[in-house]
């Protein structure tokens, strides 16, 4: 079967190099009457894919990560692998692909089109509009700084194929908001919330070269003074929605009308809102056929409040659907209009909790019976469906967390469900349809797709994603390790699939069950460290001191052969913490925060003791101590490398959370290799002679590339110039299949949307 398969695979791809030198249209891959359905059947057969999509998986499939967690910094704290397996524990309730804030994602279920297909965007920050560039791509805005691992500052162009536009590009400014995008001809029309653009003092809209970025100056709206949400036009002239009350150099409130070639305002077009902000415009028709501007937002008028509707000569119709509060978001469709946002009535009183459907003639409710359980941020009409996004979590009793579509031909909510890990906020989404069975979504979250895993999951290393069947623990874990068959599993837990374990849980392979064998921790304690040699399992933590009814204070070991409790025993003294174990040769090494050693005082935060009964070896000799908490050791060419919360070692001098240990010499090197800003959380040493450092730093050596993460390379004795693009500490690494992985409590690496965990070669 593996040779057909091989077979298979390789007439695929020639024939797929051979004609498809092009990336593929997007198609819903699990539509049997599509090609795409066809060729990921190939895929699926010739790979042996084992995932449970309709669409084939490959290990270049992105990397799912963490989100959302109680209370606490959200990450992952502590990985190791099984088979094909790669294991992860730390502080979170929910897995999702690290898409970014935009996504295409199928019609039919609400599901993200994978990566292979369509190259996630990995937006950093969020993508609040969106809008069609006439040729298959998009234009997007918003408050973001990188697509795709390159800067972007809050409004770039995405080709088709699910790609960046390389020569679109527009000034840098962390500042700048854009909410709102126009395209007509060559020109891209921007308005947000910015004050300057580039070397330009124009402000909250500007007029771009639709294929370069560069800003048109001979398009200037003067004397705006605050940020503009929203533009439309009836082919003739922009409409300007905003919270501005001075605009083209006339005192104009909220909504006004300009012309497309000089900004010049249109001063025949003057309806009045008297106080408060128009949000989102519509360009729609009224009963009679006749186009009018739908214009929404948190505004009073001397008509009535929330919404009007205007003819283009500026004349204010007698549309009037009276909610009583803000209105976010406005569409049209056929003879009814779709109004969503905060209100809880219509009509001066009736019923209407946040979507409600009114006549397009006097603004009479139609239906209200949508039952929504929170405020719409967005609406947006495509074909037969209404699309919305929000703060809710039910629509018509069906569940859907924050984003739903209906089906106007009978307003009934369908399939579709994306399932987001948080709330989208107003300015909320842009869906555009991409086709194919495929919408182009923007949104204020980092992921989409989301499933529940509580502190502890296995993501299958092809797939990106993970499987099935782990179990949930109630609080975060903050150590794993692996020996043949069994997971040690390490953290403040108390409860492991629904059994009781405190602190410390063996789990067995490959299935993943809490293993009958008990180990019992005394108080609340929190593991923090597990490794093991061929006969012992060694763990250390903080307030630990009673392990199966005996002392332990610090740290403890228990038998491989039947777990039971070791008589190895360094005994670190009450109130003591035993933050690392290290096993080399015949020596354990523990760093953490003590002063004591087997009873004997002196001895503080770094010693190494045998394998037999945790005797202390003096290495380091006393005189040679880290002044503070050692928080992680790694081994490499006969060097302990330390990294920790300490600025100085006893008889050595200053030196800045991070050392190396030559065993040889039984002495620290100095100078001193790396030295880092702030704690360092982690190393580790590989085989390629590369050491991790991670943490909370923001340079290593005085160099600021090296934030949160940085490798020394022992071979050339330097740092290496690879810059991670991470934004927050790592916390643990692991290397497999020529691959690293890192964890931490970042949500941005390498210079993209990650949740907490990342793949890396080194060289993106």
């Known amino acids: ?23 593929a249209e997007l198609s819903n891959s699990c539509d049997v009457k599509t090609d795409g359905f066809l060729y990921g059947s190939l895929i699926r057969f010739a790979t042996g894919d084992r995932s449970p999509s ?15 967690a109680p209370s606490g910094d959200i990450g992952v704290n502590a990985m190791t692998s099984y088979n094909d397996q790669i294991i992860i524990g730390g502080n979170f309730q929910l897995l999702g692909p690290s898409t970014g804030s935009a996504a295409y994602l199928q019609t039919a279920d609400g599901k993200v089109v994978p990566s292979r297909y369509c190259p996630f965007l990995k937006i950093v920050g969020s993508a609040y509009i969106a809008i069609p560039d006439g040729g298959g791509g998009f234009y997007i805005g918003g408050e973001f700084f990188a697509v795709q691992g390159e800067e972007r500052f809050s409004v770039a162009h995405i080709l088709p194929g699910c790609q960046l536009d390389r020569v679109f590009n527009v000034p840098k400014d962390n500042t700048r908001l854009v909410y709102s995008l126009l395209l007509r001809g060559d020109h891209l029309y921007v308005g947000g919330n910015f004050t300057s653009w580039g070397d330009t003092s124009q402000r909250y809209l500007v007029r771009l070269n639709r294929f370069t970025g560069n800003i048109d100056t001979s398009f200037d709206v003067q004397n705006a003074d605050l940020t503009v949400f929203d533009l439309e036009t009836d082919g003739s002239a922009l409409y300007v929605c905003g919270e501005f009350s001075q605009i083209g150099g006339n005192t104009k409130r909220g909504l006004a009308k300009l012309s497309f070639d ?31 501007i739908y214009a929404v937002g948190d505004f009073t008028t001397p008509t009535g409040n929330y919404a009007i509707s205007v003819y283009p000569d500026g004349t204010v119709s007698s549309w009037n659907p009276n909610p009583n509060a803000q209105i976010n978001s ?68 069906n569940p859907r967390i924050s984003m739903a579509s209906l089906d106007l031909t009978n307003e009934s909510v369908t399939n579709f469900n994306p399932n987001f890990e948080g709330t989208i906020n107003n300015p909320g989404s842009s869906f555009l349809s991409a086709g194919n069975g495929v919408v182009f979504v923007t949104f204020d979250r980092p992921s989409v797709n989301v499933v529940a895993r509580n502190n502890f999951a296995v993501i299958d290393e092809v797939t990106g994603a993970p499987i099935e069947g782990t179990p949930n623990f109630d609080f975060p874990i903050k150590a794993v390790h692996r020996n043949g068959n069994r997971l040690f599993v390490g953290g403040s837990f108390t409860n492991v699939g629904g059994q009781s374990r405190n602190s410390f849980v063996t789990l067995d392979l490959p299935h993943y069950q809490v293993s009958s064998i008990n180990t019992i921790l005394s108080g609340t304690p929190e593991i923090r460290t597990i490794t093991s040699d061929e006969s ?49 040769n015949d020596l354990v090494f523990i760093g953490g925060s003590f002063t004591q050693i087997n009873g004997v005082g002196g001895f503080q935060n770094f010693q190494a003791v045998d394998k037999l009964n945790g005797t202390r070896t003096n290495i380091p000799i006393a005189s040679n101590l880290p002044g503070g908490l050692v928080y992680s050791l790694a081994f490499a060419n006969s060097k302990v490398y330390l990294g920790g919360f300490f600025s100085n070692i006893a008889g050595i001098g200053t030196v800045n959370f991070a050392a190396v240990y ?103």
């Not at 079967?1 to 990336?23: A, H, N």
């Not at 309709?54 to 959302?68: A, I, M, R, T």
């Not at 249109?266 to 009224?286: A, H, K, Q």
């Not at 580790?684 to 993460?709: M, Q």
């Open 1 to 23: 079967m593996g040779t057909i398969r091989s077979t298979v695979l390789t007439y695929f791809l020639f024939f797929g190099l051979l004609y498809q030198c092009k990336p």
């Open 54 to 68: 309709c669409l084939p998986s490959f290990d270049f499939q992105e990397l799912w990560g963490v989100f959302k």
């Open 262 to 292: 000089s900004g010049s305002i249109l001063s025949s077009f003057n309806p009045t809102i008297t106080t408060g902000t128009c949000l989102d415009l519509y360009y729609g028709t009224d009963i009679s056929g006749s186009p009018v």
């Open 330 to 397: 406005v569409q049209q469709y056929q003879n009814i209009v779709y109004l969503g946002g905060s209100f809880t009535t219509i009509n001066g009183g009736t019923a209407a909790s946040y979507l409600v459907s009114v006549n397009q003639n006097t603004g009479t409710l139609i239906n209200n019976n949508f039952a929504l359980d929170a405020y719409v941020a967005s609406l947006q009409v495509i074909d037969n469906n209404l699309y919305l996004s929000g703060n809710f979590t039910t629509v018509k009793t």
């Open 536 to 584: 012992k399992v060694y763990v250390g933590g903080i307030s630990l001191a009673n392990v199966d009814g005996l002392p332990r204070n610090g740290v403890f070991a228990l038998n491989l052969s039947d777990l039971s409790l070791s008589n190895w025993n360094p005994d670190l003294g009450v109130g003591s913490s035993g933050e690392s174990i290290l096993v080399v």
């Open 662 to 764: 030559d065993l040889t010499t039984q002495s620290y090197l100095q100078p001193n290799p790396v030295a880092a800003e702030n704690m360092v959380n982690h190393v580790a040493a590989y085989p390629d002679g590369n050491v991790f450092y991670g943490g909370s730093f923001v340079n290593l050596n005085g160099d600021a590339k090296y934030n949160a993460f940085g490798v020394y390379q022992t071979y050339t004795n330097s740092m290496s110039p690879w810059n991670a693009g991470i934004n927050n500490a790592v916390y643990t690494s692991m290397s497999k299949n020529g691959n690293y992985y890192l964890g931490g409590i970042f949500n941005v690496a390498l210079r993209r949307s990650n949740g907490g965990l990342v793949r890396t070669n080194l060289y993106e």
